[in-house]
Antibody, heavy 121, light 108 residues
Framework: EVQLLESGGGLVQPGGSLRLSCAASGFNFRNYAMSWVRQAPGKGLEWVSTSSGGGDSTYYTDSVKGRFTISRDNSKNTLYLQMNSLRAEDTAVYHC??????????????WGQGTLVTVSS | SSELTQDPAVSVALGQTVRITCQGDSLRSYYASWYQQKPGQAPVLVIYGKNNRPSGIPDRFSGSSSGNTASLTITGAQAEDEADYYCHSRDSSGDHYVFGTGTEVTVL
């Protein structure tokens, strides 16, 4: 069974940093792109970042570019999101998700339960 | 445009059919995937690709696409289908992903 388990969330002051982790199991981790998706309280889903299977290609939504860094350790089956210069608007539940792909199609499945990041003084 | 637009809310009578739409320029090039999210839970994939259902998703869920519009249809809606639904695709550049604005489905 494919499982994703996030950790590392918490309360942080504006301008602070956090590192999220996503432990994966049940599939050949290095063969799949992985993504982070966040959901602010009462709001919709927002794609944050994606890493290719090897970690050599990374992509970010504009609002986090230069502040967040996605990485992965394929020997540990773990995905990371280093978040720096955090802002109040980064407050959200952060989910990791496995990326599926086919011609003209991509999908996120499954999703982890998420970890809450709260940016507040 | 890199946006995907959905109606904020729809309602459907128990056992009837409801269609949820998602509009965006990138849908002319990429298929949408669809996610169901119930309160306090992580999203669950219900449709991906041209019209594929993951294992465990009931066959009352189906997907279609035409031009810049993707649709998710629930045929014979059940009480347990009450949830928020999001579409998702690549944006027009192909490098980024984008989610739709979400549709709240109420089963009456």
């Amino acid at each position: 069974e494919v499982q994703l388990l996030e950790s590392g969330g918490g309360l942080v002051q504006p301008g602070g940093s956090l590192r999220l982790s996503c432990a994966a199991s049940g599939f050949n981790f290095r063969n799949y792109a992985m993504s982070w998706v966040r959901q602010a309280p009462g709001k919709g889903l927002e794609w944050v970042s994606t890493s290719s299977g090897g970690g050599d290609s990374t992509y970010y939504t504009d609002s986090v570019k230069g502040r967040f860094t996605i990485s992965r350790d394929n020997s540990k089956n773990t995905l990371y999101l280093q978040m720096n210069s955090l802002r109040a608007e980064d407050t959200a539940v952060y989910h990791c998700a496995k990326v599926g792909s086919a011609t003209r199609a991509n999908w996120f499945d499954p999703w982890g339960q998420g970890t809450l990041v709260t940016v507040s003084s | 445009s890199s946006e995907l637009t959905q109606d904020p809310a729809v309602s459907v009578a128990l056992g009837q059919t409801v269609r949820i739409t998602c509009q965006g320029d990138s849908l002319r090039s990429y298929y949408a995937s669809w996610y169901q999210q119930k309160p306090g839970q992580a999203p669950v994939l219900v449709i991906y690709g041209k019209n594929n259902r993951p294992s465990g998703i009931p066959d009352r869920f189906s997907g279609s696409s035409s031009g810049n519009t993707a649709s998710l249809t629930i045929t014979g809606a059940q009480a347990e289908d009450e949830a928020d639904y999001y579409c998702h695709s690549r944006d027009s550049s192909g490098d980024h992903y984008v989610f739709g604005t979400g549709t709240e489905v109420t089963v009456l």
